[in-house]
């Protein structure tokens, strides 16, 4: 059983429209949730980490935790071209003093102009 | 100018070779990582490091092998046991404001074997 997923897509939005992208995990103690936009051929770059249950805004992102149901998503307001992307979910299931990321496979997204 | 680097970007190997990858940072994080991603799939963990002079092995850490003699540089080394190891190399680091276990990336090497 996989313990981060995401549907693989691709997701494909016209530009301007909200691009909202879901992410399930299995660990009910997981405490740290992350997304990262990964440029095809380039390595991950972090664009939202969120800790508690609700939104957090940053820009035209939003990532929403949901841990009694166990998802965290991200939505992407007024998309743009340069939005297009594979975006990975990462989540912090800590044992111990593990520091470790679980990832998702990541979903892919098309901004149409 | 603080951030983790990569060398070299592109590293071509003929098979029954040894190679190292590099990783430095200079962010002064305590933890490191070394991913491994093949085309179409998630990032697997090779071995990871949370302070000096120690190191754990992660999903998928046969043939490979690494050391952590600074804090700063956390080189990954290839060995010919790797059966298949072409594929993006990504090494990062964590932020260590608090718990909060936020990976920076540096920009990975693509590694070929001919």
């Known amino acids: 059983q996989k313990e981060v997923e995401q549907n693989s897509g691709p997701l494909s939005v016209p530009e301007g429209a909200i691009a909202s992208l879901n992410c399930t995990y299995s660990d009910r103690v997981s405490q740290s949730f992350f997304w990262y936009r990964q440029y095809s051929g380039k390595s991950p770059e972090l664009i939202m980490s969120?800790?508690s249950n609700g939104d957090k805004e940053d820009g035209r992102f939003t990532a929403q935790l949901n841990k009694a149901s166990q998802y965290v998503s991200l939505l992407i307001r007024d998309s743009q071209p340069s939005d297009s992307a594979t975006y990975l979910c990462a989540v912090n299931m800590p044992a111990g003093n593990n520091r470790k990321l679980i990832w998702g496979l990541g979903t892919s997204l098309a901004v149409n102009p | 100018d603080g951030g983790i680097t990569q060398s070299p970007k592109y590293l071509f190997r003929k098979e029954g070779q040894n190679v190292t990858l590099s990783c430095e940072q200079n962010l002064n994080h305590d933890a490191m990582y070394w991913y491994r991603q093949d085309p179409g799939q998630g990032l697997r963990l090779i071995y990871y490091?949370?302070?000096?002079?120690?190191?754990q092995k992660g999903d998928i850490a046969e043939g490979y092998s690494v050391s952590r003699e600074k804090k700063e540089s956390f080189p990954l080394t290839v060995t010919s046991a790797q059966k298949n190891p072409t594929a993006f190399y990504l090494c990062?680091?964590?932020?260590?404001?608090?718990?909060?276990?936020?990976?920076?990336f540096g920009p990975g090497t693509r590694l070929t074997v001919l």
């Open positions: 990062a680091s964590i932020s260590d404001r608090g718990k909060r276990n936020e990976q920076f």
């Open positions: 969120i800790y």
């Open positions: 490091s949370q302070i000096v002079n120690d190191f």
